[in-house]
Every structure is written in structure tokens, then in C-alpha cells.
């Protein structure tokens, strides 16, 4: 009986065997419909990736005739001669994610595998239709970055939607359509408008610092005659350009030392490309690897230094002040300041311990480790009060990493208790983001201070790595949920759309703060910037909130941009709890994020 099972076996192997050979032959000899690859190897995956190599050569050859932004550019380049070989470069940056999805067989199992890729004709241009969706949704993204003076996002979106225009066949054909229905060639458009960008920015001294050879200028930078809420450059230092610097609020910082502390002008040069920040998507790094980069003239600035105009900067600090009670009698807190600043300036940080309490001096020096913290030479202070305690808003401060040769500029918050002490400081929040709460008038004053407050001490813990603080502001039973995106096995309708799902993993309090601190450990410096949010309060409970928030993380070894979702019991405001904390990749606009009616 055995051996009739086993010989049945056999000859159904010789069916299976014999129906695939049919199909592929079949598939190869109808080359009219049909574009196919095969691979050998000892594994299927090594005959697999010899399988879509061969395929998307094939692709290439199919669909190079289409790719005219990319044959233009080469031939402008004179690197007509390299057409063939960069377009399926291009093409292969493809296969990590939709080309995957094309049909498989197996012919061979290991140790002797061999696999066979198709794919129809008529579905080719299907497998480019993600990435027509991507640079549709970087340009949505640049523009309303533009409306809120984020300069640097701007120019970050519109850039990577260029540079994926060009890796597109049908780049040429892309059109954008404004408010009046008026369309625009998108090879023509996007690059007029990094060229406004550039044209409706305005750079300016407002400080100039000079010590024997060393002198320090701070910048005004401002978008339309706004500050600029973020603009990444470098500068000229008399031998190189210097490491890139994010400016923020419209302040900036050029340091010139020795012979070029004499120089007679300044030169800056915008940042547009962010190859950096390109790490949070695969695909538009290999793109970014393949494709020249686009040069834009207009990305110089020149400052004169002779006679210089020093502009005084407009303060971020005057959103909020309208909006709270300032401080009648700042002199005592104001010379509280003062004294902490000049032990940062002559970097005798102890002789301002007395002006904090044990946590607060803590926090100080963390804040001092992060980055060879540096002042700025401009800043305009508000104390603001807050019950029996005072707020004093704020102090610009640049910070400098080695990875990546990054610099953040930051304004610090200082917190003092009821006897004058600094008790905490934190990294503010941008204007953007203290101007969508802010705008809540229908919430009382204090609930604002209170979101506002614990927004920015969050952002801050992560960015010092403070698992301390962190451990105590989740509640016991936190619930802890990340997601990630996967992509979905492909169906008879759908076989190469964009079949994304987002796989969501709980997690214990106890599993998250493990992983976070084998996370802090890998990382020389993390940044957290807070853009649209959507706060809401819960309908019982007191002061219980739910804040829906836009993240850009960026770390010297990773970087994502996604939705934060907390739900934070802030009734003891001195004593935050986190009940929820869900986190969602860059969603479409078919998604749903998480929100308060998600929880009970």
C-alpha cells in the first residue's frame, strides 16, 4: 500500500512538473504578451535574485524608450552613452518592493534551484503606478510644509519628488494641476518652485560675537518676511563648507574662526537634497544613489560683512506671551537666567548648581552633553507664570553631532519652582506646533499649559534618552502598539498596486522600555520634530487627552516620519500618565489613524 502511495507520488510530481514546463514554455515562446527571467542557484533566493535581474533587464529594454526625462538629463550631462545601463539601474530600484510582487514558479527546489519571474506586458506600467503615488504625496507634502514657513521640509519633499520624477518612464507626461484647473508639466513645475523657494528667502545677521580670532554670527532667516520655522544650510569656513545646521524659528549660526573670522562676506548654501533623511525610505535612497544630483544655482546666498546690517530677529515667544500672564517682576529670574548662560558661555558649568534643584541640575547637564550644546548670540526672554511656578521662554541653542556632521538648533525652556529654583528645562515645541494648541480657544488656559508643557518634556526625554523619565510616565499596564508596513500578497484584481497593510505588534511596558534603551544605546543623537496635530479631550475623566500628532524622527543611525497617538491622563500635571501610545507609519489618505474613539 506504502509503496503504491509513494509511486503515485511520483507520477503526480511528473504531472506538476510537466504542466509547469508546458506553462513556461508556453510563456517563453509568446513574447508579444510576455516578458519573463530565470535563475539558478544553490538556494531559491540566490535563484530568485537571478530570476528578477534577468527580468528587469528585460523590463528595462521594454520600457527605456519611455524614460525621456532621464535620456534628456544624461544627454545634457554628456552621459547620453550611459542611457542603457542607468535606466536599468533605475528600474532595479524597483525590485525591493513592487517587482516582487510579479508572478514566481518554482521549477526546482534546493540544492539545484531554479526559478522563472513573468510578468504581462500590458501590466508593466502597473508595477510604476507606487511611485507615481509617492511623488504625488511629496509634492501634497511640500506644499503644506510651505504654508506653515517649513522651509526645509519644502524643499526636502519637492527635491525627492523630482529626483523620483526622473526615475519614472512616464515622468515626462506627470502633470500638476492647480486651484483653477490649470495643469503644468511636473518636470517644469517642481523645479520653479524650489526656485521661488530660494528667491522668497531672506538671510541676515542679527548678532555678530567677536573673541580674538573667533567670531559667531547668528542669522535672521525668514520665508515672505516670516521666520523661517525650519531651513537646513552650510557655510563657507574659509576652506570647506561646513557641517549641514537646522536652523529652527528663523535662527541660525555661522562660526568662523582664525583667518576666516576676517572675511569680508559670508557665503551660505541651502540644503534641498537630504540625502540623510532619505534613509527613511529604501526606495528613495537607491534613487537618490542613481540619479545625479540636480544643481540649483539659486541655493547661494552672499552676506556682506562690511558694514553689515544687523537685523533683530522677531521672537517665537510672542505667540504664547499673548496668550498667557507674564511675569510682573522678572529681574530676580532674569539674573537666575543670566547666571546659568555665563557658566555655559565660560563653560563653568558647576558654578550655576545653586540656582537648581538635584533633577533640574541633572536635565542641565544632559542638555550640555547633547551635542556640545553652544549658545546663540540672540535671544529675547518671557517669563510667563504658571500657578506658584514661572516659565521663562527662551533660549536659542546650537547643538552639534559627529555622525552625519549634523547641528540642531534648539530653544530651550527653563522651569522654576515656588522658591526660584529651575527645577526642569526642556526643547520647545516649533511655532506650529504651539500655535495649534494654542488656537484652542474653547479649552481653558490652563489645559494648554498643561499640553504645551507636557509635549515638549516628552519630545525632550527622548532626545536625552531619559528612560528614567520615560519609565514613569507610562502607567503599569500601558498599552503599547507599533506599527510597520508590510506588503500584502498580491491577488487576481490586484497584482501590483500599491497592496501596503500596516502589521501592528503590542507590546508590555516592560518589552517597550527594553527595547528603547537597546535603541538609545545605538545612537549618538536622536531629534524629534512635532508638526500637525489633532488634540481632543476625553468627554469624562477630567483632564484626559488625546493627542494625535505628525513625528519626524531623526537619529544618527535611523530616521521615520509617522503618527504618534497618546492618550495622557494630565489632572496631576506634575505627574503625567500615559495610558496609550500607538505609532503609524507615513499613512495614505485611504488609512485611518488612531484616535480617541479607537479606546474606551
Not at 126 to 135: A, G, L, M, N, V
Not at 260 to 270: E, F, G, P, R
Not at 418 to 424: L, P
Not at 475 to 483: F, M, Q, V
Amino acid at each position: 500500500m506504502a509503496r503504491k502511495f509513494i509511486v503515485t507520488l511520483f507520477f503526480l510530481n511528473l504531472g506538476f512538473s510537466a504542466l509547469f514546463a508546458q506553462s513556461v514554455e508556453q510563456i517563453k515562446a509568446d513574447r508579444n504578451n510576455y516578458i519573463w527571467g530565470e535563475g539558478d542557484g544553490i538556494t531559491l533566493k540566490n535563484a530568485d535574485q537571478q530570476a528578477l535581474s534577468m527580468l528587469i533587464s528585460q523590463i528595462s529594454t521594454h520600457v527605456e524608450s519611455e524614460f525621456s526625462l532621464l535620456h534628456k538629463e544624461l544627454q545634457t550631462n554628456g552621459k547620453g552613452d550611459d542611457f542603457k545601463t542607468v535606466c536599468k539601474s533605475v528600474v532595479n530600484s524597483y525590485s525591493s518592493a513592487t517587482l516582487k510582487n510579479t508572478e514566481r514558479i518554482i521549477l526546482k527546489d534546493e540544492p539545484e534551484a531554479k526559478i522563472f519571474r513573468y510578468i504581462k506586458k500590458a501590466d508593466v506600467q502597473k508595477i510604476f503606478q507606487e511611485r507615481k503615488d509617492k511623488i504625488n504625496g511629496f509634492i501634497q507634502n511640500a506644499e503644506n510644509a510651505l504654508e506653515k514657513t517649513q522651509v526645509a521640509d519644502a524643499l526636502r519633499y519637492y527635491y525627492w519628488a523630482l529626483t523620483l520624477l526622473k526615475s519614472h518612464p512616464n515622468g515626462g507626461e506627470m502633470k500638476y494641476l492647480d486651484k483653477n484647473q490649470k495643469s503644468y508639466p511636473l518636470a517644469t513645475w517642481i523645479p520653479l518652485q524650489i526656485n521661488n523657494i530660494f528667491v522668497d528667502l531672506d538671510i541676515q545677521i542679527s548678532n555678530i560675537d567677536k573673541q580674538d580670532d573667533e567670531c559667531i554670527y547668528t542669522l535672521d532667516i525668514k520665508y515672505k518676511n516670516k521666520p523661517a520655522e525650519n531651513f537646513d544650510y552650510c557655510y563657507w569656513d574659509g576652506m570647506d563648507y561646513s557641517n549641514l545646521i537646522s536652523a529652527r524659528n528663523g535662527i541660525g549660526l555661522i562660526e568662523l574662526y582664525g583667518m576666516a573670522s576676517t572675511a569680508k562676506k559670508l557665503k551660505v548654501k541651502a540644503e534641498y537634497i537630504f540625502e540623510g533623511e532619505a534613509r527613511i525610505d529604501r526606495e528613495l535612497e537607491d534613487v537618490l544613489a542613481k540619479i545625479d544630483p540636480i544643481p540649483f544655482r539659486n541655493s547661494y546666498y552672499t552676506i556682506s560683512l562690511e558694514n553689515p546690517m544687523v537685523r533683530k530677529t522677531v521672537s517665537s515667544n510672542v505667540s504664547i506671551t499673548s496668550a498667557y500672564t507674564v511675569v510682573d517682576n522678572p529681574k530676580p529670574y532674569e539674573q537666575i537666567i543670566e547666571s546659568v548662560l555665563n557658566s555655559i558661555r565660560g563653560k563653568r558649568y558647576a558654578t550655576a548648581q545653586n540656582e537648581f534643584t538635584p533633577e533640574g541640575f541633572d536635565v542641565f547637564n544632559r542638555i550640555i552633553r547633547y551635542g556640545n550644546a553652544k549658545l546663540i548670540g540672540d535671544y529675547q526672554l518671557k517669563f510667563i507664570k504658571d500657578h506658584d511656578k514661572v516659565i521663562c521662554r527662551s533660549v536659542p541653542m546650537c547643538f552639534n553631532f559627529k555622525t552625519n556632521n549634523k547641528q540642531f538648533v534648539e530653544e530651550i525652556i527653563f522651569h522654576f519652582n515656588k522658591d526660584k529654583k529651575i527645577e526642569a528645562l526642556s526643547f520647545g515645541l516649533s511655532k506650529a506646533a504651539l500655535d495649534n494648541i494654542l488656537l484652542k480657544k474653547v479649552w481653558k488656559e490652563r489645559d494648554r499649559m498643561i499640553l504645551i508643557n507636557f509635549l515638549e518634556h516628552y519630545k525632550t526625554a527622548y532626545a536625552l534618552k531619559r528612560l528614567d523619565y520615560i519609565e514613569n510616565i507610562f502607567s503599569d499596564d500601558a498599552l503599547i502598539i507599533t506599527g510597520t508596513l508590510v506588503k500584502a500578497k498580491p491577488n487576481e484584481m490586484n497584482q501590483f498596486k500599491n497592496n501596503r497593510i500596516i502589521k501592528y505588534n503590542r507590546q508590555t511596558k516592560y518589552q517597550y522600555l527594553r527595547n528603547l534603551k537597546s535603541s538609545f544605546a545605538s545612537k549618538e543623537y536622536i531629534n524629534i520634530k512635532f508638526e500637525d496635530s489633532n488634540i481632543r479631550k476625553a468627554g469624562k475623566g477630567g483632564d484626559i487627552f488625546g493627542v494625535q500628532i505628525k513625528q519626524n524622527y531623526f537619529s544618527s543611525n535611523y530616521g521615520d516620519v509617522g503618527y504618534l497617538f497618546l492618550i495622557v491622563d494630565l489632572n496631576n500635571s506634575d505627574e503625567p500618565i500615559i495610558h496609550v501610545r500607538t505609532w503609524q507609519p507615513k499613512i495614505t489618505s485611504n488609512d485611518n489613524l488612531y484616535d480617541l474613539s479607537n479606546f474606551n
